[in-house]
């Protein structure tokens, strides 16, 4: 099945910077890839995502780039605030037999010092 | 529109004793998924389903039985609870349009098994 590897595990920036955190995938099939922030005691929520037919997706503050030659996506916040901080997950979507499922990342804990 | 609902909130069991986490959706969604989430480890597929009356193994299956009666409902269910089975339970739910749409989560079932 799919694998998903995110990177860094943890972040940390001071207010105003941005953050970068990156992902791979190994199945060059998948097609859908979302990103989810969790914060302490949440429910995972999304908050962008984008398609393989897309190679970069904004959102205000929050982007989501594609390269599908590298099978690597990554997510860009600017501009962090202290409310930033959370746990970021990373997904790709399978596909045939496993259609519907997402193959998570373990997630990257961020960190925005005031 | 509750969206996704899990019950119980929290539960604590003892070694050997079962229970049933109950997940309902109102949003007509046929996929459903349940995922345990360990320190470090990111969410973990147990067990989905692709629309009532089907279900399939995710990553981590042992121990754990689902049932997919009605189309709102997914159960999870837990014969004999283990220690290792101690975790964070997040339900969430899906639909294709076409494509796969995103997943939403509900607010998670804290289990703990002494």
């Known amino acids: 099945g799919e694998n998903v590897e995110q990177h860094p595990s943890t972040l940390s920036v001071q207010e105003g910077d941005s953050a970068v955190i990156k992902c791979t995938y190994s199945?060059?099939?998948?097609?859908?890839f979302p990103w989810y922030k969790q914060e302490l005691g949440k429910r995972p929520q999304l908050i962008i995502d984008?398609?393989?037919?897309?190679g970069e997706k904004k959102d205000q503050r929050i982007a989501v780039t594609l390269n599908k030659t590298a099978k690597h996506f990554s997510l860009h916040i600017t501009e962090t605030q202290p409310e930033d901080s959370a746990v970021y997950f990373c997904?790709?979507?399978?596909?045939?037999?496993?259609?519907?499922?997402?193959?998570f990342g373990r997630g990257t804990q961020l960190t925005v010092w005031p | 529109n509750a969206g996704v609902t899990q019950t119980p909130k929290f539960r604590v069991l003892k070694t050997g004793q079962s229970m049933t986490l109950l997940c309902a959706q109102d949003?007509?969604?046929?996929?459903m998924y349940w995922y345990r989430q360990d320190p470090g480890m990111g969410l973990r597929l147990i067990h989905y389903?692709?629309?009532?009356?089907?279900?399939a193994k995710g990553e981590v299956p042992d121990g754990y039985n689902v049932s997919r009666l009605k189309k709102q409902n997914f159960l999870l269910g837990l014969e004999s609870a283990a220690p290792s089975q101690t975790s964070v339970y997040f339900c969430?739910?899906?639909?294709?349009?076409?494509?796969?749409?995103?997943?939403?989560f509900g607010d998670g079932t804290r289990l703990s098994i002494l």
């Open positions: 969430a739910s899906s639909y294709l349009q076409g494509i796969l749409q995103p997943q939403h």
């Open positions: 199945d060059s099939a998948s097609n859908y």
């Open positions: 984008i398609r393989s037919n897309v």
């Open positions: 997904a790709a979507s399978g596909r045939g037999s496993t259609l519907g499922r997402l193959y």
């Open positions: 949003m007509n969604h046929e996929y």
């Open positions: 389903s692709v629309g009532e009356g089907t279900t």
